[in-house]
C-alpha cells in the first residue's frame, strides 16, 4: 500500500459546483497533513494545513479522520481559476523529531465554464 | 511568509557535465532543506533530505555520488547532478520547513520555484 494515495481524477466539475478530494495515508502515527495547489509546471503552494478538528478557509474546509486514516478537501462555489491539481501531504515521521513530507499523486481538477 | 529561492529556475545542458541548483531561505533558518524531483504528470518523488551541517539522508534509489547535496550553511542547500545524462532530465524542486517560526507540528514545507533540467 502506498503511504500516501489520492485518486488521480481529473475531476470536471461545473463553475460553483462544489467538490471533494480525499486522501488516505497508511502510517497512522502520522501528525502533520496539509493540502498543496500546484498548477501546470509550476512549484506546488501551500493551500491549508489541516488540522484534526478541521479548518476553513474561504471556500476551502478540510478535514482530518484518524479513524479511517483520511484527510479530505472540500471546495465550494469552484471557480474556473480552482483549476490545478491538488496534493495531499502526509509527515510521517513528525512526531519523531525528524520530518519527511510525503505527496500523493495528486487530484486533477478542471472547473468548466 | 516565509520565502525560498531556487536558481536557476531553467538549465539546458549537454550529457556528461554538472550542474548546480542553489536553493536559499531568504528570510528564516532552514536547518532542513528538502529536494524533490518530479517527471510530467507525476507526483513529487522526495530524492534526499538535506541537513545543515552534516550528511544528506537520501531516499532509497537515490544515488548518493550521482546528486550531491551540501548544505553548508542555515539559508543555502545546493544540489549538483553530477555527469547528467538525458534521464535525469526533470523538475527539480527544494523546501524547507521555518521551524523556529512554526511550530513543530503542522510546520508546512515552502517551495522554491523549481528548477527544468533538460540534458541534451
Known amino acids: 500500500r502506498k503511504e500516501v494515495e489520492q485518486d488521480p481524477g481529473p475531476f470536471n466539475v461545473p463553475e460553483g459546483a462544489t467538490v471533494a478530494f480525499n486522501c488516505t495515508y497508511s502510517n497512522s502515527a502520522s501528525q502533520s497533513f496539509f493540502w498543496y495547489r500546484q498548477d501546470c509546471r509550476k512549484e506546488p503552494k501551500l493551500l491549508m494545513s489541516v488540522y484534526s478538528s478541521g479548518n476553513e478557509d474561504g471556500r476551502f474546509t478540510a478535514q482530518l479522520n484518524r479513524a479511517s486514516q483520511y484527510i479530505s478537501l472540500l471546495i465550494r462555489d469552484s471557480k474556473l481559476s480552482d483549476s490545478a491539481t491538488y496534493l495531499c501531504?502526509?509527515?510521517?515521521?513528525?512526531?519523531?523529531?525528524?520530518?519527511?513530507?510525503?505527496f500523493g499523486t495528486g487530484t486533477r481538477l478542471k472547473v468548466l465554464a | 511568509g516565509a520565502v525560498v529561492s531556487q536558481h536557476p529556475s531553467r538549465v539546458i545542458c549537454k550529457s556528461g557535465t554538472s550542474v548546480k541548483i542553489e536553493c536559499r531561505s531568504l528570510d528564516f533558518q532552514a536547518t532542513t532543506m528538502f529536494w524533490y524531483r518530479q517527471f510530467p504528470k507525476k507526483s513529487l518523488m522526495l530524492m534526499a533530505t538535506?541537513?545543515?551541517?552534516?550528511?544528506?539522508?537520501?531516499e532509497q534509489g537515490v544515488e548518493k555520488d550521482k546528486f550531491l547535496i551540501n548544505h553548508a550553511s542555515l539559508t543555502l542547500s545546493t544540489l549538483t547532478v553530477t555527469s547528467a545524462h538525458p534521464e535525469d532530465s526533470s523538475f527539480y524542486i527544494c523546501?524547507?520547513?521555518?521551524?523556529?517560526?512554526?511550530?513543530?507540528?503542522?510546520?508546512?514545507?515552502?517551495f522554491g520555484n523549481g528548477t527544468r533540467l533538460t540534458v541534451t
Open positions: 501531504v502526509v509527515d510521517p515521521e513528525g512526531h519523531s523529531g525528524t520530518y519527511k513530507y510525503i
Open positions: 538535506s541537513n545543515e551541517g552534516s550528511k544528506a539522508t537520501y
Open positions: 523546501s524547507a520547513r521555518d521551524g523556529d517560526r512554526e511550530s513543530s507540528y503542522n510546520s508546512p514545507l515552502h
